[in-house]
């Protein structure tokens, strides 16, 4: 079996479904990684799908994927504009990095604008709510594959 794809989401993300709907939609993170793991059916490739309100547990989990990983999506969430750190973790990476939002940050407060994380990305998926996940799987599958 090959590697996984690691899907990590940074803060607040555990909170989907309950927390500003009006923004995020009604679907759990428990709902998007099901999606994800359907996506994934058949192909041979497995998900490893994580969530932390902790900086630096997400770290972590980006320094296992660069031994265990065959790609990485990151919804960094509130960390994105925040986090240098992350940055720096996703740097050290060779497999690719895809960046996925649930909201278009570009449509909202001006501080979202910016994204630390976009720097280290191969691809950035935003504003196409829990979809967003499958399409960043998707495309990660055809980078392997190219």
């Not at 899907?7 to 309950?18: F, H, R």
């Not at 050290?92 to 604008?113: D, G, K, M, Y």
Request: charged letters at 20%; aromatic letters at 6%; glycine letters at 8%.
């Amino acid at each position: 079996m090959s590697k996984p794809i690691y899907v990590l989401n940074g803060p607040n993300l555990n909170l989907l479904g309950v927390r500003e709907p009006e923004i995020y939609g009604y679907d759990t993170l428990a709902d998007i990684e099901s999606r994800c793991r359907t996506r994934l059916t058949g192909t041979g490739t497995d998900l490893v799908f994580r969530q932390s309100n902790h900086e630096g547990e997400l770290i972590d989990w980006i320094h296992e994927a660069r031994e265990s990983a065959c790609a990485l999506i990151i919804n960094p969430a509130g960390y994105g504009h925040t986090s240098v750190a992350l940055l720096d973790a996703l740097k050290a990476l060779s497999i690719p990095v895809i960046e996925c939002h649930l909201s278009n940050p570009q449509t909202r407060e001006p501080f979202r604008h910016h994204s630390y994380v976009s720097l280290a990305a191969k691809g950035i998926i935003a504003g196409f709510g829990p979809i967003g996940y499958e399409l960043a799987v998707q495309a990660v599958l055809a980078m392997l594959k190219a």
